[in-house]
């Protein structure tokens, strides 16, 4: 699989404030994604993942604070050049449009056609390359409505990379996917030198596959820093509630998380 990855810019987020219904959802979020690194935003559920993501794919505005891609103010970047440097794969990817797999991964090649209305069902080396990369070459003339939840989040990946995009925004990228297909898209996301900002609960593989880790609790930032720097027993209790401890992988030496349940309340820090 071949990406745009040369240069790919890095993300900067700026003491990002987002308030609605009275409640602060982003309370000063300030973290970077390293060009062609993986960051990796862990933190429970209701925490501001996709809050975050969605201001770096400008679905929303911050009510103060910037977003930065290559040092540009996300908002000052003209539409179709942001189309061409990053593709997201959303959490729900829901269409309601009757499109067969190839058309839907089709899409992610409109950005970097030479006219926006290019006809769908030109399948292009950019399609057959990533559904090869994917492994769903068999799904080609599916239609999209017959897929299962794991074989959608499949194709959706597809089409972020034939958009051959320079920074790749993905909401929960492997939670409909068996384990060794999460694997298997991680190692994807991970070896083509793209700039990945990705919400992940698994946080054995957030350890994994992450240079770097951005912790929310409640909208804040709670940690930055690398799986080994964050990861910690501590950390896991005071931000999931969780009662665990972490030893060094065998094979890659970096944290392995062993779940003991949930940690007794008195563990817990302040939430
Ligand atoms: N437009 C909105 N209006 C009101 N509340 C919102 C809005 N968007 C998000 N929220 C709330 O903000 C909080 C953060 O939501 P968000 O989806 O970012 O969390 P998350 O960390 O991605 O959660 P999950 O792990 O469950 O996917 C939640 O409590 C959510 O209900």
């Known amino acids: ?52 993501l969605s201001m770096v794919m400008r679905w929303q505005r911050p009510d103060s604070g910037r977003v930065l891609l290559g040092g540009r103010d996300v908002h000052d970047i003209r539409r179709r050049d942001f189309a061409r440097m990053v593709a997201e794969v959303e959490q729900h990817s829901a269409t309601v449009l009757e499109l067969t797999v190839e058309q839907i991964v089709e899409l992610g090649t409109i950005p970097n056609a030479s006219g926006w209305g290019r006809p769908l069902g030109e399948a292009s080396a950019d399609v057959d390359d990533a559904l090869r990369t994917l492994g769903i070459e068999d799904l080609r003339l599916r239609a999209w409505q017959t ?79 690398t799986p080994d720097e964050v990861l910690t027993p501590e950390l896991l ?28 309340d008195s563990e817990r820090g302040q939430r």
């Open 1 to 52: 699989m071949t990406a745009a990855s040369d240069g790919a810019p890095g993300i900067e987020i700026h003491g990002v404030d987002f308030v609605r219904g009275g409640e602060h959802i982003l309370r000063d979020v300030t973290a970077v994604a390293p060009a062609g690194r993986f960051t990796g935003v862990i933190g429970p559920n209701g925490s501001g993942k996709s809050t975050l």
């Open 147 to 225: 897929l299962s939840g794991g074989e959608r989040q499949k194709v959706q990946m597809a089409r972020a990379l034939a958009q051959r995009p320079q920074v790749l925004v993905l909401d929960e990228p492997t939670n409909h996917l068996d384990v060794a297909a999460g694997l298997h898209l991680l190692d994807v996301a991970c070896g083509l030198g793209l700039t990945v900002l990705a919400a992940v609960h698994d946080l054995q593989l957030a350890a994994m596959y992450c240079d770097r880790l951005i912790v929310l609790d409640d909208g804040r930032v709670h940690a930055v820093g």
């Open 237 to 264: 209790a005071e931000v999931y509630g969780l009662d665990a401890q972490v030893m060094r992988h065998p094979v890659t030496g970096g944290p392995l998380i062993v779940m003991c349940g949930v940690a007794d």
